[in-house]
């Protein structure tokens, strides 16, 4: 797509070149009052090239819009159609909309909780259970020392530029993304180098300096959206919702930004659990708060903030597998896991495609022993692992014995930090004071703690190396974090599911959600053909044995056509319907093929918990019944 | 109980004067010189009395610490011994303990996640699927005019005092429960008029005023806990956890304090969802915040804040059904739905005996239309719901038509406040002013926006009664809202579930819980009896039927003894154990009874498939396998 785009503005402007070079033949041949024929054919040829441009034009359109050439629905038109369809069905609502709502921010609809149900359950089944994770549930409220520790509250943060006038914020990178996005898809006049160097800084747009896009932004003459007012310099401002626990108002907190820390502190009494054996697995699902601004992404990006179960695997670097081996297993692992979770639910890839480009909806990231480390460091409590070693170790230790006697009467009330520093030495500076000593008999050594120099004398410090037998090391270990952002998954899985297809009549256009039986928020409905007692009485029972069975379901006793119940149905991505047409036996239609097959009414719920529960295919079902021909009903 | 306490503080002090009045009788005789026989029965006749008096003080704390007569366990080592247990195992792990913690907050560990999972999908089973409940999911961040709306700024609040020389804070009821409760239990010396008396304010304790509670902990000198220092005046303190969206500082919201409101707010498109019809029900699972403060009641009093699902059925009060009868008629069913809810979990009331006494873990209470109107009111948005007449109605209506062009020439400038004052007249106000126009042909008129009086004339106003055809009518619904604590109701499953039995050696006691399958965190273990590699293979095969099957389980292959292993997990309240002791049938253990079947290795999930889903009972499967007699596995 991008080499035709590049092509599309190379020819473009030859084009271009040729309609004014040929413009220029005309107006020459008027001015030389040329024959009639002759200005009439090169005008011809000057119209004949204007249309080669528009077409031309058009053709770059719908590149950029990533439309087929032939173009189809672009992305644009296809994302409201299905961001529209998620709303009216209440899959979605903007939260807090009677108060003109919080930009960004939706609730889960009825249908939309279904499914975001069905996609924790069987996240839960499919990691937890089935890989016998340790799961833990934190609270959402976390104190500072814990984000300090973690580095969030120097952190994380994004780069904003402010309105000089009216103080309004923007992130600076969304502000020359946009920029960049309008120049190539609104401006089809920019050369291809010009399209190439702004491709090339929204490539770039996550690693650049504040310095960095502070200048692109000058460069680029960007100013503020609204008022056309400069803008200040960028400046980080950090994503968590500050608050304060207990009423005294001196305990600073933060909204969680994560679900991984809640796992770290907990890494003591988790590995215990494990019985002390590395490695294992943790998972928290739940909510991460994050107060980003304006969020421009609509229902996509939103959600990402709402829910973000994360699982991580410890591993053991082992002396026999170096560490890098052992990751990258833990690391292939995981990305088979997490590809099988995704094609069972329809989605294809931890990055997936969406009318937005490519989404991350999950993360696998190495954080190595980062942020054990750093809890170990900050709260005092040795988060660490034990290898026992199947026979003793020889192994040569660095021992570093002030004599405080002497370091006392040498330095009386510094003497605590000299023998701190003297014992923080690494063994280099250790053994080069050693031989100094030897050598020398004294040596400056400096003390930050004092912020000068002391004189250490051979008296004052024993250095010695010396064997020792260890049973086993004590170690930090290393943590893949796979983290998902169910929010953003259950939004592509609504593009990736849905399409349209023309009513039977060819007068509108259908929607339909082609959801799997596993995540379909209903996974059937029943249907009585009219309305009569007698169908009604057979969709109660056949109603009642699917509640026994567990099958989420409607029953829709309207007087409306068949045909228009199951369209309805089919925007909510209801995978099945049952309609009673009889006393005896009943049609159960399939919502994609349309197909249908006819089943005794005792058999109705049985077949539908085999379809839905996975145990049975729609292929096996349809090769086991009678089909049934809708007729005229359907549509 | 009460009763028995009473009369023992009665006779306890008796015997106390009884002793005082018989040392001062010892006292006279040893004066008088009495005979040492008769000063030595007098002594004895005292220590006799003082013993007795040492036997009703033991019967008396036995009382007032909930102990029968027998002196069997008191509540609090109950308690201690369940919460040993569930913290030993994991339920809860204190929240960021490696950084000492906030005081009150605790994680679920991984046993306590899969029993708030099992609880939480039991409660979206029997309510929201099998009532079609209209499911949402909003934000727990909500910005303040929200909050404003509901009350929750302005009146969420709990009475606090100060240590007024630290700036310590505590809660001025529970230093006054504290209070009356250490005197009721430890001074035995109390009259029982007194122990009424504060038997009297703990029961009004949430209805006293910040007054009465300034004025009783005055009365009783109650100072700071920790210092003994004086405290301030009880004063209110906002339980809400406070914060800022967005990046200006300039948009307060709050952290919600009940999943409520969110329901309210979008009562409109959930009205619509349902067909425009009523009653309907929704439903929000999700936690709520609450700032308390040194939470006090352990596991117990925290989880409330965790966790607080809430469901609500919108109630039509049509005109031939009065209000108060379909509230009660509402209030009933949920009752009874709640009833099942709690009963299939091993609860039984919606206030729930524990060792804390008794406490309220569903609440179902009649909101009435006070919420939808206060969100009407301050969103500008009518939240109400339409009720069509089957025919037209024929209604009076009062028309107050201001002649605007006589009203102009008169009032100028203030034309538009005299217009607005005479619309909002109500019925009385404006048949009053019709009468004194007929009548006078001017009246004074008090407009409140301009502060003064003004002359209304005959020609600027016209009054007058219509009939008028109605085919509907608009109305606010009433709300009956049931709200679970969550967290309450598993720590009182808990303390439900838990009992000690000797070990077969008789030498220790151990813990069980005995969770229903239901809620069970893992429903089986798979047992090799013997480390073999033979029965290895037959426990992978079990595990993989189990796992196809979506049954929970674990596998425990060490060496230890078999006693051991169930022990282990009855502590975990694993309801079957699966122990593989020959290559073609595995016993079943059934862990309250310790009653064990034989049955095949295929027939080992099908069964065990059949008793965790509740399809079949222990005492069905009992009676339909040859019964193994442990022998001496078993402890």
């Known amino acids: 797509m991008a080499t035709s785009e590049d092509s599309l ?26 024959e009639k024929a002759t200005v009439d054919e090169a005008i011809e040829k000057l119209n004949a090239l204007k249309l080669d441009k528009s077409v031309m034009e058009k ?84 104190p500072e020392a814990v984000l300090k520790a973690s580095g969030h509250v120097d952190k994380f943060t994004d780069l904003m530029v402010k309105d000089e006038k009216t103080g309004t914020c923007y992130r600076a990178d969304h502000l020359l993304k946009d920029f960049c996005n309008e120049k190539i898809q609104k401006d089809l006049s920019i050369s291809a180098e010009k399209a190439a160097e702004l491709k090339h800084v929204l490539a770039m747009l996550d690693d650049l300096s504040a310095e960095e896009l502070g200048a692109k932004i000058k460069e680029y003459g960007i100013t503020a959206p609204d008022t056309k007012n400069p803008l ?31 796992i770290f502190v907990n890494f003591k009494d988790l590995y215990y659990y494990n019985g002390n054996k590395l490695p294992f697995a943790a998972a928290q699902i739940g909510q991460a708060f994050r107060n980003e601004i304006s969020p421009r992404q609509g229902l996509l990006r939103v959600q990402n903030s709402k829910s973000l179960p994360n699982l991580q695997r410890k591993s053991s670097s082992g002396e026999a597998v170096s560490k890098g081996i052992v990751n990258n297993e833990t690391l292939g692992y995981f990305i088979g896991r997490v590809y099988l979770f995704l094609t069972r639910l329809d ?6 495609e969406s009318s937005y480009g490519w989404i991350e909806c999950v993360g696998i990231a190495d954080r190595s022993a980062y ?34 006697k002497e370091l006392g009467l040498a330095f009386k009330g510094n003497q605590k930090k000299v023998v701190e520093a003297l014992e923080a030495m690494n063994e280099k500076e250790a053994l080069d004071m050693k031989a100094s000593l030897e050598t020398k008999g004294v040596v400056e ?49 609504y593009e990736h599911s849905f399409y349209m297809r023309p009513s039977k009549a060819g007068d509108e256009q259908l929607n339909v959600f082609r959801f799997p039986p596993l995540v ?10 009219v309305q009569n007692q007698q169908y009604e009485n057979v969709a109660k029972i ?43 036996s009943v049609t159960i239609r399939e919502r994609d093929s349309k197909d249908q097959i006819r089943v005794d009414v005792e058999e109705a719920a049985p077949v539908m918990k085999s379809v839905t529960d996975g145990h049975r295919t729609w292929v096996d079902v349809w090769a086991s019944f009678p089909h049934h021909s809708s007729g005229s009903a359907e549509d």
Chains 1, 2 share one sequence.
């Open 9 to 34: 503005r190379r020819s473009l402007a030859e084009k271009q070149s040729s309609i004014e070079s040929q413009g220029n033949t005309v107006r020459a041949l008027k001015a030389a009052n040329a």
């Open 520 to 529: 379909a928020p209903i996974k059937c409905t029943v249907f009585p053909l």
């Open 445 to 493: 050594f400096y003390v930050c703690t004092l912020g000068e120099n002391v004189t250490i004398k051979k008296n004052m410090v024993s250095i010695s190396k010396e064997k020792k037998k260890e049973h086993q090391r004590t170690f930090t270990p290393s943590v893949i974090e796979p983290s998902f952002g169910i929010g953003r998954i259950i939004y592509c899985l």
């Open 347 to 352: 989605c294809w890839d931890a990055e997936i």
């Open 59 to 142: 053709q770059l359109q719908a590149a950029v819009n990533g439309n087929g050439p032939d173009g189809s629905i672009n992305k644009e038109a296809f994302r409201q159609a299905v961001v529209n369809t998620l709303e009216r069905r209440l899959f979605y609502i903007p939260s807090f909309k009677i108060y003109r709502g919080v930009a960004g921010l939706y609730d889960y609809g009825p249908p939309g909780c279904a499914v975001k149900s069905n996609v924790l359950s069987f996240w839960r089944q499919h990691f937890v259970l089935e890989e016998n994770m340790l799961e833990v549930d934190c609270p959402c409220v976390t």
């Open 371 to 404: 942020d054990l480390h750093a809890h170990t460091e900050k709260s005092g409590v040795p988060l660490v692992a034990h290898e026992k070693f199947s026979e003793p170790k020889e192994v040569e230790k660095l021992v570093i014995a002030p004599v405080k």
């Open 232 to 262: 200040s310099d960028p400046y980080p401002f950090n994503l968590m919702f500050q608050t304060s626990i207990g009423p005294s108002g001196l305990s600073p907190g933060y909204m969680r930004p994560e679900t991984a820390q809640g």
């Open 542 to 584: 056949i109603s009642k044995s699917l509640t026994a069975a567990g099958i989420s379901h409607k029953i829709d006793i309207t007087g409306t056509s068949i045909g228009k119940r199951y369209a309805r149905t089919d925007e909510l991505g209801v995978p099945f319907a049952i309609t009673v047409d009889s006393i005896s």
